[in-house]
């Protein structure tokens, strides 16, 4: 199991969440996630990383899998201008390779915001670390854990 996958899992059971870590094909996307577990693109928490450009941190959005964060909207709740966060500030704020960031268990501290279009659903699956596993959980547990705040921040244009 990799380090990631094992960061995860232990804030999962340390929250309490009976849930159970999937191995999936590979799942990069929302579409690929949803299409191997058979559920809906918009029960898929997708974690979107930007980079906050005068904190130089990582902040993160856990939007539905059919949502795409609005850049205006996403700087205005994180309160700074943002910019595309690469694949080396994401492995290093996080812990985890893109397409395998999970919206719980990053390395460091991490702003969050919550896409109120997951709350919708009695069930959403999320990434536990690697591009290959995914976890089901209620999003009221997913918002609690990761510490995110729920507020809107899509585009109105839809899917990504």
Known sequence: ??????????VLDAAAIDTEVIETPLARTAADAAQA??????????????LG????????FITAGGNRVDPDKAAAVAGEPLGKADAALIRAQTGFAIGGVSPVGHVSPIRAFFDPRLSEF?????????????FRANPADILKISGAQQ???KSQSGYM
Not at 1 to 10: I, N
Not at 37 to 50: L, P
Not at 53 to 60: F, H, K
Not at 122 to 134: C, N
Request: glycine share 6%.
């Open 37 to 50: 577990i058979g559920c809906e693109i918009d029960q898929i928490a997708k974690s979107i990383i930007f």
């Open 122 to 134: 009695d069930i959403i699956w999320a990434a536990a670390g690697t591009p290959h596993h995914v």
């Open 1 to 10: 199991m990799s380090k990631s996958l094992k960061r995860v899992r232990a």
């Open 151 to 153: 507020t809107d921040f």
């Open 53 to 60: 450009q005068d904190s130089g941190r990582a902040v993160l």
